[in-house]
């Protein structure tokens, strides 16, 4: 009987969730969600210098933010708990003395200075610069008196003497040769066990089937494995997904732009939007589409359509995706979201929810990210509209822009309310009356009104502004 999928995701609380991670766990969650499996989230903090409860606050909230919710773990609680390494100590512990009991792991007392003069004359045969096996068979007396020095030992993992070989959902068939690698260290001189020995203990104990993580760490695979070998238990499966590079081809980093999910956020984009795109840095449905809901992400994932290609992180492409996710939304919903964006302006928003809904569907079109709004919708909220670059002075100043500055101002004698319907009207009578018409008759309204060639609908600006204030700026512009 095949077993329940049970994968988890296993951040460090050491700073912000970032692009790399966020995608890890968005992949781990989906393919949970269509397994009809359990996610796990465990906190991996046994960095006790850098991990924070700060940090794994902000790791929670993020993986919320993006939608993504945990059946086991931090704050939802478990069958196999504790989730976070800090509180496993004495399970790490008991299993460590089993090992050196049996024989399978052992006390090193070599200093760093003579490892890395042992290292160094490896390199110089040509040998593999493995651990030399120095403190492998010490005796009980030797280990006394070197503890009586004051020296305070490791726990070395003895590393078996054949190759280690793994089926890969996504790499396929990956060996190890034997002699690779030497016995390593599983739990430091201050008692805290090292990632690649807590891991194999934590994954054994929470039930994981599959481990789906980063191929980064396939390096590791080889070291956790001989873990599962030593202890006598049984391994899961593996999934190591190609690496995100930036446009360069060089590991995505802070300098091609690719920030925490939280900066994300603040820069006004979707959660929707950033799972989308990063699910399909690695995968791809079979349609070809790109925009994809949540549950279609779920029903249609697939590790055979997974690339084993490392994936280029395209910013321009996401702003693209989020800005079609924008498009989308209602646009009650819309304005729920841009308010803040507003607020941090410091704009004065109309207490009218009606106008300040109209004010946002007329800049819609137009946002790529939320905070697009700010800038789109600058004239409506402006204390000053000056012109955005001087060039523009020169089109206000010419004879036919002064000739449709003063039928405004005349047209707009003729109505008492300024609707977007009396501003196209009135637009028509213009080019009639003056014979200036197209481009030449709404650009110097546009650059009058608002100081810019480009921006939202002039009958919307026009009715948002209502006539009081069309005319007082285009009489700003007109040449007595």
Same mark, same amino acid.
């Given at each position: 009987m095949t077993k329940p999928v049970r994968v988890r995701f296993a951040p460090s609380p050491t700073g912000n969730l970032h692009i790399g991670n966020a995608r890890t766990a968005i992949l781990n969650w989906?393919?949970?969600?269509?397994?009809?499996?359990?996610?796990?989230?465990?906190?991996? =903090?046994?960095? +006790?210098?850098?991990? @924070?409860?700060?940090?794994?606050?902000?790791?929670?909230?993020?993986?919320?933010?993006?939608?993504l919710d945990w059946d086991e773990g931090?704050?939802?609680?478990? =069958?196999? $708990?504790?989730?976070?390494?800090?509180?496993? /100590?004495? #399970?790490?512990?008991y299993l460590t003395n089993k090992l050196l009991t049996e024989g399978k792991a052992f006390h090193c007392y070599c200093e760093p200075d003579e490892l890395e003069k042992a290292r160094q004359e490896a390199i110089k045969s040509g040998k593999q610069p493995v651990y030399n096996g120095r403190c492998r068979?010490?005796?009980?007396?030797?280990?006394?008196?070197?503890?009586?020095?004051?020296? !305070?030992?490791?726990?070395?993992? #003895?590393?078996?003497? &054949?190759?280690? @070989?793994?089926?890969?959902?996504?790499?396929?068939?990956? @060996?190890?040769?034997a002699g690779d690698l030497g016995d390593f260290v599983i739990v430091r001189a201050d008692g805290i066990p090292t990632y690649n020995y807590a891991v194999v203990i934590d994954d054994v104990d929470m039930q994981i089937t599959h481990v789906v993580r980063g191929d980064d760490h396939v390096a590791n695979t080889p070291k956790q494995l001989a873990v599962y070998e030593a202890l006598g238990f049984e391994k899961p499966v593996f999934a190591h997904i190609p690496m995100? /590079?930036?446009? *360069?081809?060089?590991?995505?980093? !802070?300098? &091609?732009?690719?920030?925490?999910? *939280?900066?994300? %956020?603040? *820069? $006004?984009?979707?959660?929707?939007?950033?799972?989308?795109?990063?699910?399909l840095l690695s995968w791809s449905s079979e349609t070809g589409d790109e925009i994809l809901s949540l549950q279609r992400l779920i029903e249609e994932f697939d590790f055979?359509?997974?690339?084993?290609?490392? %994936?280029?992180?395209?910013?321009?492409? +996401?702003?693209?995706?989020?800005?079609?996710?924008?498009?989308?939304?209602?646009?009650? #919903?819309?304005?729920?979201?841009?308010?803040?964006? +507003? &607020?941090? %302006? *410091?704009?004065?928003?109309p207490e009218n929810r009606e106008l300040l809904e109209k004010i946002v569907a007329g800049v819609q079109e137009k946002m790529e990210v939320l905070q697009d709004v700010v800038a789109a919708t600058r004239v409506f909220f402006a204390d000053e509209l000056e012109l955005e670059n001087e060039e523009l002075s020169a089109v206000l100043k010419k004879e036919s822009t002064q000739k449709v500055l003063w039928s405004f101002v005349r047209q707009c004698q003729t109505f008492q309310l300024m609707t977007g319907d009396n501003f196209r009207k009135t637009v028509k009578v213009i080019g009639k009356e003056t014979g200036v018409i197209g481009r030449d008759l709404w650009m110097p309204l546009r650059i009058a009104l608002t100081g810019q060639e480009h921006g939202p609908d002039l009958p919307l600006i026009a009715e948002i502004f209502g006539k009081e204030k069309c005319v007082a700026q285009i009489k700003k512009w007109i040449i007595e």
């Amino acid at each position: 009987m095949t077993k329940p999928v049970r994968v988890r995701f296993a951040p460090s609380p050491t700073g912000n969730l970032h692009i790399g991670n966020a995608r890890t766990a968005i992949l781990n969650w989906i393919f949970a969600r269509h397994a009809k499996g359990t996610s796990v989230l465990r906190i991996e =903090d046994t960095d +006790l210098e850098r991990s @924070t409860k700060e940090s794994e606050q902000s790791i929670l909230q993020d993986l919320r933010w993006l939608g993504l919710d945990w059946d086991e773990g931090p704050e939802v609680g478990g =069958d196999f $708990g504790p989730y976070r390494q800090s509180e496993r /100590l004495e #399970r790490y512990l008991y299993l460590t003395n089993k090992l050196l009991t049996e024989g399978k792991a052992f006390h090193c007392y070599c200093e760093p200075d003579e490892l890395e003069k042992a290292r160094q004359e490896a390199i110089k045969s040509g040998k593999q610069p493995v651990y030399n096996g120095r403190c492998r068979n010490l005796t009980a007396e030797q280990r006394r008196e070197l503890e009586q020095q004051g020296k !305070k030992p490791v726990i070395r993992l #003895r590393f078996p003497d &054949h190759a280690f @070989t793994f089926q890969d959902l996504v790499k396929g068939e990956v @060996t190890f040769p034997a002699g690779d690698l030497g016995d390593f260290v599983i739990v430091r001189a201050d008692g805290i066990p090292t990632y690649n020995y807590a891991v194999v203990i934590d994954d054994v104990d929470m039930q994981i089937t599959h481990v789906v993580r980063g191929d980064d760490h396939v390096a590791n695979t080889p070291k956790q494995l001989a873990v599962y070998e030593a202890l006598g238990f049984e391994k899961p499966v593996f999934a190591h997904i190609p690496m995100i /590079l930036g446009e *360069d081809k060089t590991r995505l980093s !802070k300098r &091609h732009g690719a920030t925490s999910v *939280d900066q994300y %956020a603040q *820069d $006004g984009f979707l959660p929707q939007a950033l799972v989308n795109y990063l699910s399909l840095l690695s995968w791809s449905s079979e349609t070809g589409d790109e925009i994809l809901s949540l549950q279609r992400l779920i029903e249609e994932f697939d590790f055979g359509r997974v690339s084993r290609s490392p %994936a280029v992180f395209d910013p321009v492409k +996401l702003r693209w995706m989020n800005g079609m996710y924008i498009r989308s939304i209602d646009i009650s #919903r819309l304005t729920d979201l841009c308010v803040p964006f +507003l &607020h941090k %302006a *410091d704009y004065v928003l109309p207490e009218n929810r009606e106008l300040l809904e109209k004010i946002v569907a007329g800049v819609q079109e137009k946002m790529e990210v939320l905070q697009d709004v700010v800038a789109a919708t600058r004239v409506f909220f402006a204390d000053e509209l000056e012109l955005e670059n001087e060039e523009l002075s020169a089109v206000l100043k010419k004879e036919s822009t002064q000739k449709v500055l003063w039928s405004f101002v005349r047209q707009c004698q003729t109505f008492q309310l300024m609707t977007g319907d009396n501003f196209r009207k009135t637009v028509k009578v213009i080019g009639k009356e003056t014979g200036v018409i197209g481009r030449d008759l709404w650009m110097p309204l546009r650059i009058a009104l608002t100081g810019q060639e480009h921006g939202p609908d002039l009958p919307l600006i026009a009715e948002i502004f209502g006539k009081e204030k069309c005319v007082a700026q285009i009489k700003k512009w007109i040449i007595e």
